[in-house]
């Protein structure tokens, strides 16, 4: 992700969508905003038969959320988090980064070839993959730039979708790597392995081995079918907890060797200047982050009273701890409940219960892990990093609630 | 939200908490459907600890101890096809050579279009790819976004350039260009980033001693897991 995105037409059209979507949870139209034609209801639907069976399901007609495509073939596509409760990312709504484009791949011919320093190379189907013993785990993939917009240059006007849209969370079947690897029989030199996908840039990263006997999987399905091919249908590369690039899709290969092999995405790309004029490379692990998704520019407050706060936090090196909440700019902080389990490297979904007295407010929420990592604020992130900084944004972030109830992007943590 | 443990991950917990993950290994009976072909369980290779959902390490995941004969020898041709990768030591680097004057005409037939004559790009869509500065040198880009990396200026590795426009360029025709092709390539672009001389002529020796002139700046992670920066807390 070089690119800060743009505010394109499909974004802003995405952002109407919100904004519709925002108007009907509390139930107003929004000023200077023409109400979208609603879908046609019947006055009563207990009083004729409603829609017949289809092989395919689809979203309510009130419901329309999108990514926000750039477009390109190397480009990226965001997930509407405004849109979305619980955990799960819909498949259909995964962010997106691409360095060549969505390969056009045949699960019959598509294979997995592990090599280098083994004592067995082999070459695995699918259908071979699929035959060993599999796991389920629930773990988000997110862009090592995700955020990078927000973070270097953020405005008022930006959505959830657009500060941490490139974070996706889903539940994914595969075998773990250490099967693989004992498989073909990793000899105890091997320190590294490259990965490589097969898509037209034949994307690689080079991997420590220990990851693979910690917690690697090759997974082949997401939320209960096989993978989608934007992520990587058929086999993908899961790196739990790690920056999304090195979670190479449509992964048919793997060499094992003794050092890393200093790819363009580990190198040109993927690195992160430092104030002292280096730059740190293989930053694998995402740390501690939150956002909250609701409420959200460009939702409004319609009405003083209670409003549940809610959002997602996460951390690539192990549970979530503790959220805390702050609606005063962070002068005071509050718990936040957990409305699902905190399991490793998979988002949890917390909730604080607000009192809108109609005065300004800063909606702010920190994210704590397990390791004792507190998401830092964008100060010292600066200060640590340095607004050139390229990837790997976790800063505190929020929303500014004005008087009339409108809600803007706040940043100035 | 709890991670479902299938058939085989409960065997495999219980044949450790019962016998150890060895002997399970041996018990074909414990596994899904073995042949007779199947080997005999490898000694473990690595400090396997599959991390499971409820916290207990399940060492090496479901199966841990076990082979199961799945999957068919990799034929050398095959691995030899793809196997394409250029290391930092350039120890893989093919057979050929190339000029910078061969690259200069390689590079305004084939890249200039999307990458500009000079090297300049069209961001944010086309990467800039040379056009080093004064303003930017000294490896300063943490202070200021808008300097512009180039590859003198921020690449450490010589190698990653050949290895990267041999395996992902030109963009509409990735893996077209011959060796020597890619050898033109990248003696033209490191010639054209100040890196190596105007007349150089690039194989797989000279580009092995080539060195970056920032390749010193790059470290691996330091972060400390435990804490956040200095004044983390607003």
Known sequence: MTTPPKLTRREMLAGTAGLVGGAMLTGLPLEGQAPEPAPAVPPD?????????????????????????????????LTPLQDLSGTITPSDLHFERHHAGIPALDPA????????????????????????????????????GNGRAAFRAPKPEMTAQQVAGMLSTSEYTGVPLATLFREVGVRPEASWFLAEGGDACVMTRSVPVAKAWDDALIVWAQNGEPLRPAQGYPLRLLLPGWEGNINVKWVRRLELGTRPWMTRWETSKYTDPMPDGTARQFTFELDAKS???????????????????????????????????????????????????????????????????????????????????????????????????????????GWQVARSGQVTFFAET | MRARTNLNTRTTLACLALAGAAACGDAAANGPATSASTPAAAPAVGPAAF???????????????????????????????????????????PPGRGTVAEGRTLYTAQCAACHGLNGEGNEPTYPRLLGRVADAEGFKFASDPKLPHTIGNYW???????????????????????????????AYLLAQDDVIADDATLDAAALRAVKMPYADRFRPDDRKPTAAPAAARP
């Open chain 2, 51 to 93: 991390t499971d959902y409820d916290g207990a390490a399940v060492a090496g995941g479901p199966g841990a101890g076990k082979r199961f004969g799945i999957g068919s020898a990799a034929a050398r041709t095959a691995i030899a096809a793809m196997d394409r990768d250029v290391g930092p030591d350039g120890a893989e680097l």
């Open chain 1, 45 to 77: 639907a207990t009083k004729l038969q409603g829609a017949p069976t289809a092989p395919l399901g689809a979203r309510s007609p009130f419901e329309a959320p999108t990514r926000a495509p750039s477009g390109a073939t190397t480009g990226s596509s």
């Open chain 2, 156 to 186: 450490p590795h010589a190698t990653t350039l050949f290895d990267y426009i041999r395996r992902a360029m030109p963009h509409p025709q990735p893996g077209s260009l011959s060796d020597d092709q890619v050898y033109a390539l990248t």
């Open chain 1, 291 to 397: 956002v909250i998704t609701s409420p959200s520019h460009p939702d409004t407050l319609a009405r003083k009273g209670w409003h549940a706060i809610s959002g997602l936090a996460w951390s690539g090196r192990g549970r979530i701890a503790r959220v805390e909440v702050s609606t005063d700019r962070g002068a005071t902080w509050h718990d936040a409940e957990f409305l699902s389990r905190p399991e490793p490297k998979s988002p949890v979904r917390f909730q604080y219960l607000w009192e809108w007295t109609g005065r300004e407010a800063t909606l702010l929420s920190r994210a704590t892990d397990e390791a004792g990592f507190v998401q830092p604020t964008r100060t010292a992130l600066i200060a640590e990093r340095g607004l050139g900084t390229d990837y790997h944004f976790n800063p505190v972030l």
């Open chain 1, 109 to 144: 011919r598509h294979t997995l070839t592990i090599h280098g320093l083994v004592d067995r190379p082999l070459t695995f189907t699918v259908d071979d993959i699929r035959r060993f013993p599999q796991v389920v785990r629930t773990h988000f993939v997110e862009c090592a």
